[in-house]
């Protein structure tokens, strides 16, 4: 069984951009949560989708935001990109609907120059 | 809100011994998960063991075991027969039962454990 993809690995913007990345979740898992991790702040939770439906929301702004596709692909968004939201983004699968277990990808490392 | 702490930032082992890693959680709720998860240099996010509230037994997973003391909101981590490989970042977690709906993980702000050998 193919694991959690993240894409891209590695991204570099600059201030006030956008981006989006992108989780691909284990075949059969509806469930994809995203986590900004930061030396700072350590691992915050972002949002959670289950079957194209956003059912929680961590404490973050309204710059970052995210969907689900019918395939339960995921992918988050954040515009107007500050020197603080440079983290390691980690998404995570469940199979739902109350999983025990959550199924991390490797991360996107985002740089703010 | 819960809450998760690691008082130890860093700790180190030798070799073959044992460490335990220690962490303390603050919850109102009495159906939960406690989570140990392993980040090693390659920043992939690896479970290492689980913990159901309701069960009183301990959980073990080959040379990693957990001392679960749910009236002392304690769950530390020890790690048996300590190997090289095993030099990660570890982090506590918290999730509460399946009887709400939100699956999220508290995370504490983790160990970073060193191997020598």
């Known amino acids: 069984k193919a694991g959690v993809t993240q894409t891209p690995r590695y991204l570099i913007k600059t201030r006030g951009q956008q981006v989006t990345l992108s989780c691909s979740p284990i075949?059969?898992?509806?469930?994809v949560s995203w986590y900004q991790q930061t030396p700072g702040q350590g691992l915050q939770f972002l949002f959670e989708?289950?079957?194209?439906?956003?059912?929680n929301k961590g404490n973050f702004p309204g710059r970052f935001s995210g969907r689900q596709f019918s395939n339960s692909r995921s992918e988050m968004n954040v515009s107007t990109l500050e020197l603080g939201d440079s983290a390691l983004y980690l998404c995570?699968?469940?199979?739902?609907?109350?999983?025990?277990?959550?199924?991390f990808g490797p991360g996107t490392r985002l740089t703010v120059l | 809100a819960q809450t998760v702490t690691q008082s130890q930032p860093e700790m180190s082992v030798q070799e073959a011994e044992t460490v335990t890693l220690s962490c303390t959680y603050d919850?109102?709720?009495?159906?939960?998960?406690l989570f140990w998860y392993k980040q090693p240099p390659s920043r992939q996010m690896i479970l290492v063991i689980r913990?159901?509230?309701?069960?009183?037994q301990n959980a073990t997973e080959n040379r990693f075991s957990v001392n679960f003391q749910k009236a002392a909101k304690s769950f530390s981590l020890k790690i048996s027969d300590s190997q090289l490989g095993d030099a990660a970042m570890y982090f506590c977690?918290?999730?509460?039962?399946?009887?709400?709906?939100?699956?999220?993980?508290?995370f504490g702000k983790g160990t970073l454990l060193t191997v020598n050998p």
């Open positions: 977690a918290y999730r509460r039962g399946s009887g709400g709906s939100n699956y999220k993980l508290t």
């Open positions: 989708y289950f079957s194209e439906t956003q059912r």
């Open positions: 913990q159901e509230a309701y069960k009183q």
């Open positions: 919850t109102s709720e009495s159906d939960y998960y």
């Open positions: 075949s059969g898992h509806r469930s």
């Open positions: 995570a699968c469940g199979d739902d609907p109350a999983y025990n277990e959550q199924f």
